[in-house]
């Protein structure tokens, strides 16, 4: 059985067992600050184990695509080194949210596993693992599916310390989390290695290939055991791991996938044997970068996209130990693209994409290990000793990513060694350092725990009569009085909650007696917090009240909204496909867009995109809204944005003429796009490696741009005693003018240095047979100084020349010294001397030096004793 074939039937197999079929979520964790990566099946469905989120269904069935390479869960390091160790990997999994539990799931896993009709495994090959105190599932394998007790091996706490095991699992340090029971493989006595538990578990004879986790838990940062609200069921089979199985083969790279991908970066290395490990790695990296390039992470120096940059790097790297000249990694796209298209579109939409942020990368890293080359060429030649230190190792490493293993390479071929211990060390300073500043590491549990959830009105009205579920104040649920800040939850709401760049409604709630000013409106979980203020009266819950919000901004915020999807449309269509949300911000002022592209935008391309978005905006279509699944929205060919996280049920807008725009978004919007008036764009500029920024403005704060602009227009035209029409000659007229006055400037100043180059050098006075000028020039900039000293030079044949002047308040110095005597005297080392006395710096090379200082009253003292120390550094 192929690997995509075993895909399908794994997922066919729950689906018959009464599970919804959920895609895959985005490699990008959405709303979930605790990960860095997807990196397990479960991670989609967080919240409904925690029961913050409610599904159409109660049994679901997935094949989710994952990274571990960063951040707790780091394979990166052994990847290609071992049989089954990947950056990217799928897991199948199916999951029960308060439906079944043991023994079904024991059942199910059972009868995929060795029933004939689906994969006919040997159950005699199976050997399994409970939780040490978990007699249930024990029972259940042993009694009800006949595994043998001495095939059933209780897994107990590491060290002592409780729920620390094999089988117990979490996700993380808190979080869901419960007992578990994981299936293994037996390959045969042929293969060395023991069962699980055993001294010898770690050899290759008995390969975990199930983990079926009994979701009881939720683990909070204090350590408490907190009891689900319905205990669920969670379950991985790594993809790779099953097909190495049924292919009948040892290692996941012997997989038909794996196989035809390692061929094909032979192909394009040059006929590389396909068992080299650095190969692996090579197959392996293509997986992990195309699939996170394709949800929409950029190659950065942070976060998530410093990961990708380094599994792209590291990738290059090996490729370069097969021999690789030039870049190549970015060929092996469209091979992934074959074999993977199918499963994943995702990937044949961003192919382009891909392929073009994999070329720019090699080709930066290419630059990167010529700078990082010549680097330690230096470090190698200041070297005392044989051994490199581990501080140059990191700096090379960290700051200009160069890796350890290249430097390694380099010592052994000059017969040095690597300082590893200390490399470790300045390693271990910077996990600290990012650990502490980590975004990653966030308590899943911080918030607040409510019941149910806030019914939202807002799309429909502006204001309501509700009821208060909860008054918190200072963290504590409790009456709010006059001048308290509080957060005030709503039994249903026409208050928008920040959301998808959106920003917060803001407005009053009002009773007999009473109003709450709501500064701002946010989400936790399935409910909108108010946030703000009691102004007068007293706030419990129970207690019903008006709730209005502050319609003019509700409606500036909406009409930038709607000008952003009408914007990313255009984007795409003037630019390609490979554009795609990174961010933004809407609020009534104006709206932010951050978007992946390589290069800044031209003049032209922007004009056109403001053009096709404002004739959308005169089309004045209507703005229309459908409540649908994933799935038909996607058929529609709505774009899901960056880093959003969607439910069963979704909302799609559809904007424009002919469907112009279809995005999903929980957003507010205009009712037809000729609200929106007018967008201007005010700004484009690039934020990050690969993504732009756009920032615009619509309606009433268009026109006043526009207006604003004008008037500057006319304000410039007035100044140059031009009009509208005749200001743009009128100013490039007085542009060359002030050039050809700037160059006759600088003509009188060069003929103003050689005569006062002439006049000066009569003042000099001879020093040990060198002649030395000191003196002052009123009014001279910099340049002029130069000039003169130049002129001076010439003129003494062999001496020393000092000049400064002064302005503002601060004292600009010169020196120089003619080439026959730098070996007497140096001039860098006579600028430091002199710029020390008036309170600056200087320095430079032995015969031209530059400084300054901020004590104009010692210039006269220091200029004075130029000949005195001249004296002293020629005796």
Not at 1 to 14: I, N
Not at 76 to 84: I, S, W
Not at 490 to 516: H, K
């Amino acid at each position: 059985m192929k690997t995509a074939e075993l895909r399908q039937a794994f997922l066919d197999y729950f689906q018959q067992q009464g599970h919804t079929i959920v895609p895959s979520s985005s490699l990008v964790p959405a709303d979930d600050p605790t990960l860095l990566f997807t990196n397990a099946g479960m991670n989609q469905f967080k919240d409904v184990f925690l029961g913050r989120e409610k599904r159409d269904y109660s049994r679901a069935t997935t094949s989710q695509k994952c990274v571990r390479a960063g951040g707790k869960h780091n394979d990166l390091e052994n990847v290609g080194y071992t049989a089954r160790h990947h950056t990217f990997f799928e897991m199948l999994g199916n999951f029960s949210f308060g439906d079944y539990f043991k023994r079904e799931a024991i059942q199910f896993a059972w009868t995929f596993l060795t029933s004939d009709a689906w994969l006919g495994l040997p159950a005699e090959k199976l050997w399994i693992t409970v939780y040490a105190s978990d007699d249930e599932a024990f029972d259940i394998w042993n009694r009800e599916m006949g595994v043998p007790a001495d095939r059933i091996i209780r897994i107990g706490d590491n060290g002592g310390a409780p729920y620390a095991s094999d089988n117990f699992w979490q996700m993380g340090d808190t979080g869901p989390c419960g007992p578990c029971s994981e299936i293994f493989f037996d390959h045969g006595p042929d293969v060395a290695g023991g069962p699980p538990g055993s001294p010898e578990e770690d050899g290759d004879r008995y390969i975990e290939i199930w983990n079926v986790v009994f979701m009881q838990f939720n683990r909070t940062a204090d350590g408490e055991m907190q009891p689900l609200p319905k205990p669920s069921v969670d379950t991985g089979m790594g993809l790779e791991r099953i097909t190495a199985v049924l292919q009948g083969v040892h290692s996941n790279y012997e997989i038909d996938l794996f196989q035809d991908l390692l061929a094909a970066a032979s192909d394009i290395l040059g006929g590389v044997e396909t068992t080299e490990a650095s190969l692996r790695v090579v197959a392996d990296h293509i997986r992990s970068c195309a699939f996170l390039i394709a949800d929409g992470v950029m190659p950065s120096n942070e976060g998530r996209g410093f990961v990708l940059r380094r599994i792209i790097r590291r990738a290059s790297r090996h490729g370069n130990k097969l021999g690789a000249k030039g870049t190549f990694f970015h060929k092996l796209t469209g091979a992934l693209v074959e074999l993977m298209g199918d499963a994943y579109p995702q990937l044949v939409r961003s192919k382009a994409q891909i392929e073009k942020v994999l070329l720019q990368e090699e080709e930066q890293f290419a630059k990167t290990l010529e700078h990082g080359l010549r680097l330690l060429e230096q470090d190698i030649a200041k070297l005392k000793g044989t051994v490199i230190p581990g501080d140059t190792i990191f700096t090379l490493y960290d700051t200009y990513g160069f890796p350890v293993d290249l430097t390694n390479d380099i010592a052994r071929e000059r017969g040095l060694t690597l300082d590893y211990d200390g490399y470790e060390q300045a390693m271990n300073q910077q996990r600290e350092r990012a650990r502490a500043a980590s975004k990653f590491g966030i308590d899943y549990n911080a918030g607040l725990t409510l019941d149910g959830q806030t019914e939202f009105t807002g799309y429909e009205h502006i204001d309501g009569h509700e009821t208060i579920r909860t008054v918190i104040v200072a963290g504590e649920e409790k009456n709010a009085q006059a001048g308290d800040e509080a957060v005030v939850v709503l039994e249903r709401t026409p208050f928008y909650a920040e959301s998808g760049g959106q920003v917060g409604d803001v407005g009053l709630l009002t009773w007999s007696g009473g109003r709450f000013q709501v500064t701002d409106t946010r989400k936790e979980g399935l409910h909108h917090l108010h946030i703000g203020t009691v102004i007068e009266g007293e706030l419990f819950a129970g207690l019903e009240v008006d709730a209005r919000i502050d319609h003019a901004r509700r409606q500036a915020t909406a009409l930038n909204h709607s000008a952003t999807h009408l914007l990313h449309a255009a984007l795409r269509r003037q630019l390609g496909d490979h554009v795609t949300q990174k961010g933004s911000l809407v609020d009534p002022d104006k709206l932010r867009f951050d978007f992946s592209h390589f290069e800044a935008l031209t003049p032209e391309e922007l004009r056109e995109i403001e053009h096709q978005v404002n004739e959308q905006i005169r089309a004045n279509t209507p703005v229309a809204t459908e409540l649908t699944d994933m799935e038909q929205a996607q058929a529609k060919g709505a774009m899901a944005l960056f880093g959003e996280k969607y439910g069963d049920t979704v909302r799609v807008l559809s904007m424009g003429t002919d469907d112009y725009s279809v995005e999903l978004c929980g957003g507010t919007h205009v009712s037809r796009t000729g609200d929106i008036g007018l967008l201007k764009i005010t700004s484009e500029s690039g934020i990050s490696s690969g993504v732009r920024r756009i920032e615009a403005v619509t309606g009433e704060g268009a026109l006043r741009w526009i207006d604003e602009t004008e008037q500057s227009l006319r304000d410039v035209a007035r100044l140059v005693k031009g009009s509208r029409d005749t200001v743009t000659e009128k100013v490039q007229a007085t542009l060359d003018r002030t050039r050809l006055l700037e160059k006759e400037l600088e003509q009188l100043k060069s003929r103003l240095a050689s005569s006062a180059g002439s006049d000066l050098a009569s003042s000099a006075v001879d020093v040990n047979g060198l002649k030395v000028v000191a003196a002052v020039m009123d009014g001279a900039d910099r340049k002029a100084l130069m000039e003169t000293a130049d002129q001076l030079k010439n003129k003494l044949g062999e001496g020393v020349v000092v000049l400064a002047s002064v302005e503002d308040g601060k004292v600009t110095l010169v020196a120089g010294v003619t080439k026959s005597a730098t070996n007497r005297v140096k001039a860098g080392d006579l600028m430091k001397h002199l710029a020390s006395l008036v309170g600056g710096k200087g320095g430079g090379r032995p015969d031209m030096a530059q400084g300054g200082g901020t004590d104009p009253s010692k210039l006269a003292d220091a200029l004075g004793g130029v000949p005195e120390w001249v004296a002293q550094a020629t005796s």
